[in-house]
């Protein structure tokens, strides 16, 4: 058999050499030859840095680090969108990775002391063997990693705790290890439907909370055009306001735009820099962004039909993407942009999307990206309105997931109340984060710890600031501690109050009630109510719009009914001098039947939702539920009515004694 070998560099002749000739000590699972994915991790080199803690401190002596990351195709296939995790252990932060970049879109530096994934920057995909007549240069990628890590001392070798080919459709074997090399042998999974591919070309789309799609739809040697699709995937998820960003490989700027804009237009970077160079006859004065990482934004109502910025299918929309299962028509937003490219990308089939992409909004919870993948070219119905389609260029799709993150509170809260109760149970002290509260402010001091206070029911309608002396009065009513400070505010723009109305026999009922004490109106509100037990026996929303989401036979979907979308804001009191202000509000009652819930317990916790979200964001729920107090107060009746009988048997023989001892 004849062997081909190639001259390039030293290192990836060893890789070469092993993975076809090393015979490796046999384990349970590790071939002598990887006819798959092969990863190797090399540690190269590492020196103290500054501060010197070591010897006082030496757990948090940092390092700088030196390592190479090789990921080899040898299998039959090509490996699309490779990725790989890397488990670091040892506190490091990743300062550079040459050839890769985290594959959660995350900017270098960052802290992967936890592990990481990492993806392509330039070089995506993975040719096979087969396919190149063993073209190493297309079989094989390198990434060069530096960074800082903690603790571990020469001769010591910080390497991960463990390596593997993080895509879909793939096992990885046992690993080897042999000083400061790792490297693991991954193959397909022949029971995992992704290796059913439909084209070897092209990734499937990916599910995820959002998808944007990169399509391109025009072409020329030194520029494209490309139109951005937005689309909100997850039926709690929300956005207003959106910012995207994203960041530019290969140098390219924005020179025109429909159906968005720049937050900040500005050409300085291409005047004074490689892209003025190069094209020196072009009017940058009408270039609208030459930033690496632009932030682009939507356009108001107002342009959708501008001949100049709109006229783009779910453009200009002030931001605004609602949940898909609220309205499919505005779960989207869109624009197209003309971009540039730089040498020595001057070639129309050369099309690179940009990297690290980045989407927030004023409202809704927040995302993470992952990496552009390459899928099937997208199609569009054709603009003269015949019945075709025009398929784009190239399609990449970029996935995002919700992330919630701890250090991120609430925008919302919860109330609990009942019938069997006359105590409120408020929003937690601080729900949605303590404010402006000043502890060091002797006439405004508050425990942000203390549990909140009940309330009578007729505080619900009251502001905070105005229900302190209601609350007191009802802890003197009920015989109750009143802390010193008092517990804070739960500081939430707005509240919800879940209402236990009654129970019966054949069903149950309930009342939701919203609560807006901002300054500002909110259109297109929509809530959602889990309630695990509860809603197999869902009947009925009477003054507002609800209904079972699909596919989660646990969840409630609440909006407002076509012209009663609005939940308008705090308004004055009808006397503004002594009445506080009023929320605004929306109300309805909700049935329930017991017919397809047997055994369910209503008062003991069943008829209250478990988790409740206003447009997309997860609200704080109370740490506990109302007592149901009915059968204690039975028992309190029945042992007084016997304390009063043994009561009066006690007299009746004290008088009989006493009778018997006159006599």
Same mark, same amino acid.
């Given at each position: 058999m004849?062997?081909?070998?190639?001259?390039?560099?030293s290192f990836s002749i060893t890789l070469s050499i092993f993975s076809v000739f090393s015979v490796l000590p046999l384990s349970l699972s590790q071939p002598t030859v990887c006819n798959g994915?092969?990863? *190797?991790?090399?540690? /190269? #080199?590492?020196?103290?840095?500054? !501060?010197? &803690?070591?010897?006082?401190?030496?757990?948090?002596?940092?390092?700088?680090?030196?390592?190479?990351?090789?990921?080899?195709?040898?299998?039959?296939?090509k490996l699309k969108n490779w990725r790989v995790f890397v488990g670091f252990q040892h506190n490091e932060i990743l300062v550079s990775a040459n050839g890769g970049v985290l594959a959660d879109g995350t900017a270098l530096p960052a802290n992967v002391g936890n592990g990481t994934i990492l993806s392509g920057s330039s070089v995506t995909d993975l040719n096979s063997a087969i396919q190149t007549a063993g073209d190493v240069t297309q079989m094989e990628v390198r990434i060069d990693l530096v960074g800082t890590q903690f603790g571990m001392r020469a001769p010591a070798?910080?390497?991960?705790?463990?390596?593997?080919?993080?895509?879909?459709?793939?096992?990885?074997?046992?690993?080897? *290890?042999?000083?400061? /090399? #790792?490297?693991?042998?991954?193959? !397909?999974? &022949?029971?995992?439907?992704?290796?059913?591919?439909?084209?070897?070309?092209?990734?499937?789309?990916?599910?995820?909370d959002l998808s944007i799609m990169y399509d391109v739809t025009s072409t020329y040697e030194s520029y494209y055009w490309v139109q951005v699709t937005i689309s909100n995937q997850n039926p709690f998820g929300r956005l207003d306001n959106w910012n995207l960003k994203w960041d530019w490989m290969e140098g390219e700027f924005i020179n025109s735009m429909r159906g968005a804009y720049p937050k900040v237009i500005d050409a300085g970077d291409c005047i004074f820099g490689d892209q003025g160079n190069f094209y020196r006859n072009f009017d940058f004065s009408k270039v609208l962004s030459c930033d690496?990482?632009?932030?682009?934004?939507?356009?108001?109502?107002?342009?959708?039909?501008?001949?100049?910025?709109?006229?783009?299918p779910f453009c200009c929309r002030n931001g605004t993407i609602l949940s898909p299962f609220m309205d499919l028509r505005r779960s989207k937003s869109a624009f197209q942009m003309q971009v540039y490219k730089m040498p020595p990308n001057l070639n129309s089939t050369h099309l690179t999307p940009p990297r690290n992409w980045k989407i927030n909004s004023t409202v809704g919870p927040d995302y993470q990206?992952?990496?552009?993948?390459?899928?099937?070219?997208?199609?569009?119905?054709?603009p003269s309105g015949l019945p075709s389609t025009t398929s784009t260029v190239a399609s990449?799709?970029?996935?995002?997931?919700?992330?919630?993150?701890?250090?991120?509170?609430?925008?919302?809260?919860?109330?609990?109340?009942?019938?069997?109760?006359?105590?409120?149970?408020?929003?937690?002290?601080?729900?949605?984060?303590?404010?402006?509260?000043?502890?060091?402010?002797?006439?405004?001091?508050?425990?942000?710890?203390?549990?909140?206070?009940?309330?009578p029911s007729e505080a619900l309608l009251v502001p905070f600031d105005n229900r302190t002396r209601m609350a007191k009065e009802f802890a003197s009513l009920k015989s109750r501690d009143v802390p010193n400070p008092l517990p804070c505010g739960d500081n939430c723009g707005v509240s919800i109050n879940w209402h236990l109305l009654?129970?019966?026999?054949?069903?149950?009922?309930?009342?939701?009630?919203?609560?807006?004490?901002?300054?500002?109106?909110?259109?297109?509100?929509?809530?959602?109510?889990?309630?695990?037990?509860?809603?197999?026996?869902?009947?009925?929303?009477?003054?507002?719009?609800?209904?079972?989401?699909?596919?989660?036979?646990?969840?409630?979907?609440?909006?407002?009914?076509?012209?009663?979308?609005?939940?308008?804001?705090?308004?004055?009191?009808?006397?503004?001098?002594?009445?506080?202000?009023?929320?605004?509000?929306?109300?309805?009652?909700?049935?329930?039947?017991k017919k397809q819930t047997q055994g369910i317990e209503v008062s003991q916790g069943d008829g209250f939702p478990t988790k409740v979200y206003f447009n997309g964001e997860e609200c704080s729920l109370p740490t506990m539920l109302p007592r149901d107090n009915s059968n204690a107060q039975k028992s309190a009746d029945y042992l007084s009515k016997i304390s009063i009988s043994i009561y009066v048997l006690i007299l009746i023989s004290s008088f009989r004694d006493r009778f018997i001892f006159r006599s």
């Open positions: 004849a062997i081909s070998f190639h001259i390039i560099p994915v092969l990863v *190797t991790y090399r540690y /190269e #080199t590492g020196s103290e840095i500054s !501060p010197i &803690l070591y010897p006082s401190d030496p757990t948090h002596q940092p390092y700088r680090f030196v390592s190479t990351l090789f990921v080899r195709n040898n299998g039959p296939n070798v910080p390497m991960p705790h463990s390596i593997s080919l993080a895509n879909d459709g793939y096992s990885c074997l046992n690993p080897s *290890t042999r000083g400061n /090399e #790792t490297d693991i042998c991954c193959i !397909p999974d &022949l029971n995992s439907n992704q290796n059913s591919t439909f084209d070897q070309d092209f990734s499937q789309l990916q599910n995820g690496r990482t632009p932030t682009i934004i939507d356009l108001p109502l107002s342009r959708t039909n501008d001949t100049n910025f709109g006229l783009i990206c992952g990496q552009p993948i390459r899928v099937i070219p997208n199609h569009f119905p054709d990449w799709q970029v996935t995002c997931n919700i992330t919630r993150l701890n250090s991120k509170k609430p925008k919302c809260c919860v109330s609990f109340s009942s019938f069997f109760n006359d105590s409120i149970i408020p929003c937690n002290t601080c729900a949605c984060g303590c404010g402006n509260n000043n502890a060091s402010n002797s006439n405004n001091v508050c425990s942000a710890t203390e549990p909140p206070l009940l309330l009654s129970d019966f026999r054949d069903g149950w009922t309930s009342r939701i009630t919203l609560f807006n004490w901002g300054e500002s109106d909110i259109a297109d509100w929509y809530a959602a109510a889990e309630l695990d037990k509860a809603m197999p026996g869902f009947e009925k929303v009477y003054s507002i719009d609800g209904k079972a989401l699909p596919n989660a036979n646990t969840t409630l979907f609440l909006q407002g009914l076509p012209g009663k979308n609005y939940l308008i804001a705090e308004r004055n009191g009808s006397n503004p001098r002594k009445d506080p202000p009023v929320p605004g509000t929306q109300q309805s009652v909700i049935s329930f039947t």
